[in-house]
């Protein structure tokens, strides 16, 4: 009778150890797989704003090659801040050209806006 009841309770202390470490266990999972998953949010968001940099860069560059090629020189340093404040700049930029060109007294678009 003695020895059934002492199998008892080992029976119950080693469950309740099981109970306790699998408890542990989910958690560490569960701490772990959140902390996974920020990490990856991390690197998500870093390579977002990489590739909004470089996009960026590489129509700052485009834009600056096709102005030449227009003969309306670079993109000036007023304009390029303009173009990197906003994404409406570039929409912009297209639409009011020929608003510019008037400004700069070149609605000819001969491209010599400079020397007026």
């Known amino acids: 009778m003695r020895a059934g009841r002492v199998f008892e309770v ?12 699998t408890d542990i266990r989910i958690r560490l999972g569960l701490w772990l797989g959140l902390r996974r998953l920020l990490l990856w949010l991390g690197r ?9 940099w470089s ?3 590489r129509l700052r560059s485009l834009l600056g090659l096709w102005r030449r090629a227009q003969g309306l020189g670079g993109v000036t340093g007023a304009e390029q801040r303009w173009l990197r404040r906003s994404w409406r700049g570039r929409r912009q930029w297209v639409l009011g050209r020929h608003i510019r060109e008037r400004l700069r007294g070149n609605a000819g678009g001969t491209g010599q806006w400079f020397r007026h």
């Open 55 to 57: 996009v960026r860069r």
């Open 10 to 21: 080992t029976q119950e202390v080693l469950h309740a150890l099981i109970g306790r470490v």
């Open 44 to 52: 998500g968001l870093l390579l977002l704003r990489w590739l909004r």
